[in-house]
């Protein structure tokens, strides 16, 4: 079964805002992406479940326009709080990566 | 006849650049504005909390130079909001001093409007009192206690102070902490046209050719009329084509279709990107509701004072334990620390462990360690500089030392690469208020003040 990181054009995160990052999956064409569409794989529990973080909390969106989805999270640190990581929120996006898609 | 209004976005934020050549050529195209986002919250509390610019003053000049050379002579206004970094008025005077030596160094002269957006705390714990704050989002509720300790509050303004700024005849206007579509939307409201397509114009204009391919730090030109706007790169190099300028609005947004924006909520659920030629498009379909007007308030803390090291370790026998390695090191330092004064409650002490789980912390999900090195940063943040120097200096010392089981590497557990190995980072940041307010009107918390400058 082919994974995301096969799949995808695109698969990154950044802040949005300093409380949340936000992760875009796009894809390189419309067939490809409606395909995964159609799968259901890509929703806000797929997220909850990633980065786990409760379901109500993610904003999953699909973006046709531009062949993506998006799912925006809760950080577990505010950005530059102590204990952060990843000030810009850019290196969140590798637990996607793996996420295999029945096509 | 159509009104349109057309703006060039020279580049994404004061001070990243963009080429002088893309600057002639959007002037060539007669803007009626020309303009630049001044910053961002991406970058950190830090530049919201010292109130220091983000980008270096050489930069913002050379930047600001060729804008006003470019829109005063020709009396086109030059708008820049979020001057200088977070909005700040420490910033904003910055950035208000280099327009004035830009002035005399070329002879320019031309009416500056400086709009402020930074909050007194008093006026803030008024507004928390009469229940006109709420939280966005993922954040925390507001108390008293947070604003009393915050060290800076800005209010993000919307359109309405540019318009007014414009309307009394400025010719540059920096505005402190705006809402980074604002001044564009504010700019093509002034001369007529409706909110939506105002409003997405801004959100194009606000990160110069982030919506082109290739992408890239350079000027952007919109021409916007009452049901739809047009965008194209002025670089040849560059093309804005449907994709390019729908995957932009993915960046940094929660939602790439509902943007809340003062008064206002901006829906892009409909909208269609229609190729005009291969580096130009059209986009239409976007909708405006206006809403009761909300400003965003954003505010700064400081946490203490962070000194850090940097080490690493190449012994596979420790990297097989590290965890309790660290705790080990952790506990040894309170000992060694509380004897001198500084016990735990005191100060954080934060090991980021690259090649384990540097980047992702707790939320790694993966265990299972495949590096043959790892990589420590060691973090002290404490109240003084003085607390975090002392301990961070007693955990350079403990690290290398602390013993473990099968331990060979008897003369030091890890690897520092330089000396002095220990560095004060300085006074440390956080967002405490990232909430919203009700205000009296669009204008009340931002002052405007006018000046001749030649």
């Known amino acids: ?103 | 006849m159509i009104n349109e209004c057309r703006m060039l976005s020279v580049s994404s934020i004061l001070g990243y650049g963009f080429p002088e050549a893309s600057l002639k050529r959007g002037v060539d195209l007669k803007p009626h504005f020309i303009g630049v986002d001044g910053g961002s919250t991406d970058p950190g509390a830090y530049y919201l909390g010292s109130g220091e610019c983000l980008n270096s003053l050489k930069a913002m000049k050379r930047d600001l130079r060729l804008m006003l050379l470019a829109g005063v002579p020709r009396k086109i206004p030059v708008v820049i909001g979020s001057t200088g970094g977070a909005g700040t008025e420490s910033q904003l005077q910055v950035v208000a001093g280099l327009a004035r030596e830009i002035a005399r160094e070329e002879g320019l002269n031309f009416r500056l409007a400086l709009i402020h957006a930074e909050q007194e705390k008093e006026d803030v714990q008024q507004w928390l009192k009469q229940g006109r704050i709420s939280a966005l989002r993922n954040v925390p509720e507001l108390t008293e206690a947070t604003v009393s300790r915050s060290t800076r509050i800005v209010g993000m303004m919307g359109a309405e102070p540019f318009m007014k700024a414009l309307s009394q005849g400025a010719d540059v206007v920096l505005a402190a902490r705006a809402s980074d579509a604002a001044s564009w939307a504010g700019c093509a409201m002034s001369r007529g046209i409706a909110p939506a397509p105002s409003w997405y114009s801004g959100k194009m204009l606000e990160c110069g050719t982030a919506s082109a391919t290739p992408k890239g730090h350079d000027c952007l030109m919109a021409t916007v009329r009452d049901d739809h706007l047009d965008v194209e790169p002025t670089n040849p190099e560059r093309r804005c084509t449907p994709l390019s300028v729908a995957t932009h609005s993915l960046h940094e947004n929660a939602s790439p279709t509902l943007h809340e924006e003062p008064g206002g909520l901006l829906d892009a659920t409909h909208c269609q990107f229609t190729p005009l030629t291969d580096r130009a498009v059209r986009i239409s379909g976007m909708t405006w509701k206006t809403r009761d007007y909300d400003i965003k308030l954003e505010g700064a803390e400081c946490i203490g004072f962070r000194a850090i090291t940097i080490c690493g370790t190449r012994d596979p026998i420790l990297i097989s334990q590290i965890d309790s390695y660290l705790q080990t090191v952790r506990e040894d330092v309170a000992m060694r620390a509380t004897g001198f004064g500084v016990s735990p409650e005191k100060y954080q002490l934060v090991f980021h462990v690259y090649g384990k789980d540097g980047v992702m912390g707790a939320a790694e999900p993966v265990k299972q360690i495949s590096s043959h090195e790892l990589g420590i940063v060691v973090e002290v943040l404490s109240e003084t500089e003085e607390d975090a120097r002392a301990v961070l200096s007693i955990a350079r010392v403990v690290i290398p030392k602390v013993d473990f089981v099968g331990r060979l590497c008897k003369s030091g557990n890890m690897a520092f690469p330089f000396s002095p190995s220990d560095i004060s980072v300085g006074l440390t940041f956080k967002f405490s208020v990232f909430h919203v307010v009700k205000p009296d009107s669009p204008y009340s918390m931002f002052p405007i003040t006018y000046e001749q400058v030649s």
């Open chain 1, 1 to 103: 079964m082919p994974k995301i990181s096969e799949l995808a054009k695109v698969c990154k995160s950044k802040n949005a805002g300093p409380f949340e990052v936000t992760i875009d999956v796009m894809f390189e064409t419309k067939e490809i992406f409606d395909k995964v569409e159609q799968t259901g794989v890509l929703c806000a529990a797929l997220f909850s479940k990633l980065y786990n973080v409760p379901e109500k909390a993610v904003l999953f969106t699909i973006y046709p326009a531009a062949l993506a989805f998006k799912g925006t999270i809760p950080r577990c640190t505010s950005s530059g709080d102590i204990g952060d990581t990843d000030v810009y929120g850019a290196q969140q996006h590798a637990p996607l990566l793996d996420v295999e898609i029945p096509i």
